[in-house]
């Protein structure tokens, strides 16, 4: 429900329309959003009023609907992320998620998923201080002999259970999250399955041993600064460009606590309502080609009787 001083119309901001965004003709939307935010950051409608973003990807079977907002506040650019969705395979059993940070986490992804190798050190302990050393003098570069999926997959898989040591971080610049793993992991993300991990063995003149440092990371478009509750009670991540200055504005803002919190609400009715646009556009679509396939694999009306009766003839 929105709150109170919205629903008076005692709020400073308001709601003028609304962007829908699909992955229906195959786009890339993180792209088309991307684009999206620019072109609204200018308008001046778009000025100190937050815009609801409906998000809708799937084909039939898995369909998904998730939103955000995005709020030009004070001259920066803030992307404001909710937990909802609603997934499902149709309507008939569609319901509401709180895995709602699926498409921010796809922005947050590009150029910032890449692997690369630090070295080893003799122990996990070392590991942070290794990277940290390494990054200052050297620029990161790709490990052609990792498997970056592998990595990705294997953190990913480990959920909480694989926490980076700490993150190096350049505020608008480049973003890494320090890991260390042991020499069975190292050898698993190698295409090489001959890599035996850590330090030249000079006895047997291959490589065996230590804890390899490695730094998942890049140069992410966007950065989470923070999250704040709404005042009906729902939680907010608070987004920016990685660029230093909408960085330490928005920080700011949170720690004053300079975002109004009576202007956002999750509107269920209108995220349900994009789940079921999406859901009517796909089915619509798969009847029409069915019809297409029936008509053209139909026997056509023919007179076999006349046509040999005419061949005698």
Request: net charge negative; aromatic share 10%; glycine share 10%.
């Amino acid at each position: 429900m929105p709150s109170s001083s919205y629903m008076n119309g005692l709020s400073s901001v308001y709601r003028t329309f609304s962007v829908l965004l699909s992955d229906y003709d195959g786009n890339d939307i993180v792209a088309e959003l991307m684009e999206e935010l620019d072109r609204m950051a200018d308008e001046d409608e778009c000025q100190g009023r937050p815009v609801p973003v409906y998000i809708m990807t799937g084909a039939i079977g898995a369909i998904r609907t998730e939103m955000l907002f995005f709020y030009m506040l004070g001259g920066v650019p803030l992307i404001m992320v909710p937990a909802f969705a609603v997934t499902g395979s149709g309507i008939g059993d569609a319901g509401m998620t709180l895995d709602g940070s699926r498409f921010i986490s796809a922005m947050y992804s590009r150029n910032n998923n890449l692997v690369y190798s630090v070295g080893y050190v003799d122990s996990p302990a070392q590991a942070f201080a290794a990277a940290v050393e390494y990054t200052r003098s050297n620029v990161p570069s790709p490990d052609s002999g990792l498997d970056r999926e592998l990595v990705e997959s294997y953190i990913a898989s480990k959920g909480g259970a694989l926490l980076p040591l700490g993150v190096i971080q350049k505020p608008g610049g480049t973003r890494f999250e320090v890991y260390a793993f042991d020499e069975t992991e190292s050898s698993m993300f190698r295409p090489d399955k001959d890599f035996m991990g850590g330090q030249p063995d000079e006895e047997s003149g291959r490589v065996r041993g230590k804890t390899e440092v490695i730094l998942y990371g890049g140069n992410p478009d966007i950065v989470c600064v923070g999250g704040f509750c709404s005042i009906d009670g729902a939680f907010f991540d608070v987004w920016v460009p990685n660029e230093k200055e909408y960085i330490d504005c928005a920080t700011h803002m949170l720690e004053q606590g300079d975002i109004p919190r009576d202007t956002l609400y999750i509107d269920d009715d209108d995220l349900a309502q994009a789940f079921v646009m999406y859901d009517d556009k796909l089915r619509s679509d798969e009847a029409k080609a069915d019809e297409e396939e029936e008509a053209e694999t139909d026997v056509p009306d023919f007179d076999y009787e006349e046509f040999y009766a005419e061949q005698e003839g």
